[in-house]
């Protein structure tokens, strides 16, 4: 059963780099067919979709994040990667990565809040 | 604001059916788009329910069903049961924003 588990700095200060990782287990990145994706939700709000790569490393990023999001993947760890700089208070929320089949995410890792604050 | 709406939130009785609505336009689900349904339980991550307008994947009760017309979509449970009380959000993609987006979710009471 494959599963993710996200993983990374719980607390980050204003101005600096949220760094979280997505450690799949259970199967492989690599599997043909597949995107892993990241999704974020602010507190107490709804999902908004972040981006997604693939294994080859295309990436794919919601355009009014892209400029401050980075996505990629290591097949050798079998793990995938976001970085987000120049946080602010806004980017505080549970972040989500997930494997993604055709336009949908079918297997999602249990989240991990994230809170930008001094 | 999301470019899909979604009621804030609805609410049913045990044993009823409800709807929950998913509504567009033409540069998302009225251009073919494929729609998918999630359901959040309290505290926990979103889980696919619907996806591909009406498809369930493996373990999904069919008390849950998708439909689309036009530029919307909606989101149909039958037989309510007090376990289904949750968050639901549709997703879809949209052309004019290129980027795949979630309607604002919409909570289920179970009365």
């Known amino acids: 059963q494959l599963q993710l588990r996200e993983s990374g700095s719980g607390l980050v200060k204003p101005s600096e780099t949220l760094s979280l990782t997505c450690a799949v287990s259970?199967?492989?990145?690599?599997?043909?067919?597949?995107?892993w994706s990241w999704i974020r939700q602010p507190p107490g709000k709804g999902l908004e979709w972040i981006g997604y790569i693939y294994q080859s490393g295309t990436t794919f990023y919601n355009p009014s994040l892209k400029s401050r999001v980075t996505i990629s993947v290591d097949t050798s760890k079998n793990q995938f990667s976001l970085k987000v700089s120049s946080v602010t208070a806004a980017d505080t929320a549970v972040y989500y990565c997930a494997r993604r089949v055709g336009s949908r995410c079918d297997i999602w890792g249990q989240g991990t809040m994230v809170t930008v604050s001094s | 604001q999301s470019v899909l709406t979604q009621p804030p939130s609805v609410s049913g009785a045990p044993g009823q059916r409800v709807t929950i609505s998913c509504t567009g336009s033409?540069?998302?689900?009225?251009?073919?788009?494929?729609v998918h349904w999630y359901q959040q339980l309290p505290g926990t991550a979103p889980k696919l329910l619907i996806y591909g307008h009406s498809s369930r994947p493996s373990g999904v009760p069919d008390r849950f069903s998708g439909s689309k017309s036009g530029t919307s979509a909606s989101l149909a449970i039958t037989g309510l049961q007090a376990e289904d009380e949750a968050d639901y959000y549709c997703?879809?993609?949209?052309?004019?924003?290129?980027?795949?987006?979630f309607g604002g979710g919409t909570r289920l009471t179970v009365l």
């Open positions: 259970g199967g492989s990145i690599s599997s043909g067919g597949y995107s």
């Open positions: 997703q879809s993609y949209d052309s004019s924003l290129d980027v795949w987006v």
């Open positions: 033409s540069s998302n689900i009225g251009a073919n788009y494929d």
